[in-house]
T-cell receptor
């Protein structure tokens, strides 16, 4: 069974500061990994994904994440936070032949002016 | 491309009633998955439909049932509603062949009173 742990339920950063959201997973096989963002009262929007190949993946809105198999991690970063980055962020994992996503509990990001 | 569309966006039901939620997948997608997102939590997988059959199911009681139509659209039915069924219900679509990611709809907010 797969599981996802997101360290820190709330993260507060200053505008222009680094955003770092941590995600660790457990999986018996090499997984597919995803980061989704959710704005209030909306669905989930895919930020980026790792399926195969390069372990550093770039997504939308300046976000990127690195798959580290040895650490079973897939942390999300953005060099400079913008007010519009305030939202809920979810890390998710699925097996390559399994379309079921297992989500972490989410991290709420607030951005201070 | 309209993306994944869900209806209705909001609804209020009374305990014991039955509810049907609807989802139209993204153009070109043939697989639909349903998720329940309780307030302040990550989405939880309910079940998945492909070729009009339930392919996978999460840890949800039989009160939760679904259907997929020949045009790939799907319904989620919940019988004998409980207060704890209040949540955001998300539909996700993907392609069964060459799966790499799921696209989510905006969700249906169900409130059980």
């Amino acid at each position: 069974a797969q599981s996802v742990t997101q360290l820190g339920s709330h993260v507060s950063v200053s505008e222009g500061a680094l955003v770092l959201l941590r995600c660790n997973y457990s999986s018996s096989v090499p997984p597919y990994l995803f980061w989704y963002v959710q704005y209030p009262n909306q669905g989930l929007q895919l930020l980026l994904k790792y399926t195969t190949g390069a372990t550093l993946v770039k997504g939308i809105n300046g976000f990127e994440a690195e798959f580290k198999k040895s650490e079973t991690s897939f942390h999300l970063t953005k060099p400079s936070a913008h007010m519009s980055d305030a939202a809920e962020y979810f890390c998710a994992v699925s097996d390559k032949d399994d379309y079921k996503l297992s989500f972490g509990a989410g991290t709420t990001v607030t951005v201070r002016a | 491309d309209a993306g994944v569309t869900q209806s209705p966006t909001h609804l209020i039901k009374t305990r014991g009633q039955q509810v049907t939620l609807r989802c139209s997948p993204k153009s070109g997608h043939d697989t639909v998955s349903w998720y329940q997102q309780a307030l302040g939590q990550g989405p939880q997988f309910i079940f998945q439909y492909y070729e009009e059959e339930e392919r996978q199911r999460g840890n949800f009681p039989d009160r939760f049932s679904g259907h997929q139509f020949p045009n790939y659209s799907s319904e989620l039915n919940v019988n004998a509603l409980l207060l704890g069924d209040s949540a955001l219900y998300l539909c996700a679509s993907s392609s069964y062949r060459g799966y790499t990611e799921a696209f989510f709809g905006q969700g249906t907010r169900l409130t059980v009173v």
